[in-house]
C-alpha cells in the first residue's frame, strides 16, 4: 500500500499484484491505501524531490492473470467496499461455471465486457501506469522495479535507502499454477495487449506471448 515514510524517507506507490504486500510488511516501509504517484505528489511538497521514490511492475499479461486468481481464490472481505465485493462475487461465479477447464474460463473472463470495465474501475486491474505515471503518460518515481528482476531490484532499493538486505515475504502468494504463458490464446493476448498498450511501452514489455 502507497505511502509516505518520513523515517526511512522514502515515497512507495503500491502497484496491485506486484509483491507490494510483502514489501509493506516490513516496517520501514509500511502502506495505508494503493494511492496513485500523482495523489502522493500533491501532498508531499519537497519531500517529493528528497525521498526515494520507488514502485514494482510486472508483465501486464502475467499480472492480469494474477489478479484474476486473486478474485477467485482469496475470501470476500465484509470491510471492503461494496464494489470491491460485488467483484469478488462475479469473478468466483463466473469461474466456478468453468470449474472443470480453468484456463477457458480465464480466456473467456479476458475477453468479456466485465474486464473492459474493472480496467477503468478496479484497483488490481487498473494499468500499472494510473499508479506510477502523470497525465502525459511519464513516469513520476525515481525507481521502477520490475518482477521478473525481483530480487536484484529489491536489493537494490534496500542499499540506496541504507536498509538491510532481507529477502522478501511473500504474502498473498496465490496456488502454484502453470505459467502465465499456458492460459492465453492468441485472441485473449492479443485483447489484453490492447488492454495494456500503455503498460507494455512505457514498462518495456514485449506485448506477445
Known sequence: MSII???SELIFIHVPKVAGSSMERLPWVGGAGHKTA??????????WLKY???????HPLD???????????KPEKLDEPTRQREVYRTIKHHAATY????????????????????????????????FLCDSRGLVMVNFVGKYEALEADWRYVCQILDQPT???????????REPWQKWYTPEAAEAAC???????KVFTYEAKL
Open 5 to 7: 515514510n518520513d523515517k
Open 38 to 47: 500523482q495523489e502522493l505528489r500533491k501532498v508531499a511538497g519537497e519531500k
Open 52 to 58: 526515494l521514490s520507488f514502485g514494482f511492475v510486472r
Open 63 to 73: 499480472r492480469l492473470l494474477s489478479a484474476y486468481c486473486h478474485f477467485v481464490e
Open 99 to 130: 470449474s472443470d477447464n480453468p484456463v477457458a474460463g480465464f480466456v473467456r473472463f479476458v475477453l468479456s465486457p466485465e474486464l473492459r470495465d474493472y480496467i477503468k474501475t478496479v484497483n488490481h486491474f487498473l494499468p500499472q501506469s494510473h
Open 166 to 176: 532481507e529477502p522478501l515475504q511473500h504474502k498473498n502468494a496465490g496456488s502454484p
Open 194 to 200: 490492447r488492454y495494456y498498450a500503455a503498460d507494455f
